[in-house]
């Protein structure tokens, strides 16, 4: 547990494998949220599958280097959804998981 981004986030998990970042995870009542960055080549592969709220996260992503920071906020089960999507291709990206 953490207080990594400060006062508009508050205290988080951090998940990581083997030493490698894959999200932090902020909880609050009836929802959470899933902070993650992931490049614009993985995001152009993967954008056509995702739903609205998958899109709006892309969208709305906080540039960085090569790709950008994705604010995730898990309302449902279709952002859920999104979002297993999106760390399907975060575990893809640090090969942690087979690319096909």
Known sequence: ???P???????GYKYFVKSK?????FAEKDAFTIMLRLTNKDMDDES???GDSGKMW???KY???DGGWFN??????EDLKDAKRLLDLKYKMLGLINKN
């Open 5 to 11: 981004y400060g006062k508009g986030y508050g205290w």
């Open 48 to 50: 056509d599958s995702l």
């Open 58 to 60: 892309i969208k709305n």
């Open 72 to 77: 995730c906020r898990i309302l449902n089960e």
């Open 63 to 65: 540039p960085c280097g």
């Open 21 to 25: 970042h894959i999200c932090d995870i």
């Open 1 to 3: 547990m953490r207080f």
